[in-house]
């Protein structure tokens, strides 16, 4: 049952990468934000460092006497299950452009329309997820509401900078770094995802220098 579970979540998400993925509109920045993003990630370790801080959090927890019991059916013998949800279930619900655009709505016109349409989205896709990477998914409620939160009240101050191509390059490498996750739920090939998160700035960094960028990434 649990393999079929993986095998559909795995499945389902890698159809959202490859959607979100198409949305670029700038190949060229896609790839090199991948490859740039990639190399300072990993040199700065980021995928090892969010799962001390899973494997910190469990500890915290597993000192609730019911999370305790829920840890020990299901967590087995260590804690890497747990580490690996919550790295997972927050970067899944964090790079997708509707966060973005969702928070920014509610930051400035005081509409939660995309957020609740999104939490909705989350909380059964979270479900799902909990049902086999265990108890870690339930945390990442705790980055999510630091995330989405710090852009909510931001927005006044985010939103007159953020441009189209942004939003578009922005949904394109958070589809790849959701295809990551679908590549390790199908058990395809084990990708470092949080390594690769610094791939989002870059992209905003070409964002910013587009304009005299475009002689030679946009076709006459």
Known sequence: MSEVVYTAIGLATLLIGFSMGLATARMLYLVLSLVLGGLVGTWLNIEGGILKLGNVLRGWSVRIPWVARLDAAGEGENGARFARGFLDAS??????????????????????????????????????????????????????????????????????????????????????????????????????????????????????????????????
């Not at 953020?162 to 058990?187: A, C």
């Not at 949080?194 to 946009?218: E, K, Y």
């Open 91 to 220: 970067v899944l619900f964090c790079v997708g452009a509707m966060t973005i655009l969702g928070c920014l709505q509610a930051g400035m016109e005081g509409k939660y329309d995309l957020l609740l349409i999104k939490s909705a989205m989350d909380g059964f896709v979270a479900i799902l997820l909990a049902a086999t990477m265990g108890l870690g998914v339930a945390f990442s409620a705790l980055v999510v509401l630091l995330y989405q939160g710090a852009l909510t009240l931001g927005a006044t101050w985010v939103a007159p900078v953020i441009t189209d191509l942004m939003l578009s390059e922005i949904k394109g490498v958070g589809g790849v770094l959701i295809l990551m996750i679908g590549f390790n739920l199908l058990q395809i090939k084990r990708i470092s995802t949080a390594n690769f998160i610094p791939a989002i700035l870059f992209a905003l960094a070409f964002c910013v220098v587009d304009p005299w960028l475009q002689p030679f990434v946009v076709a006459p």
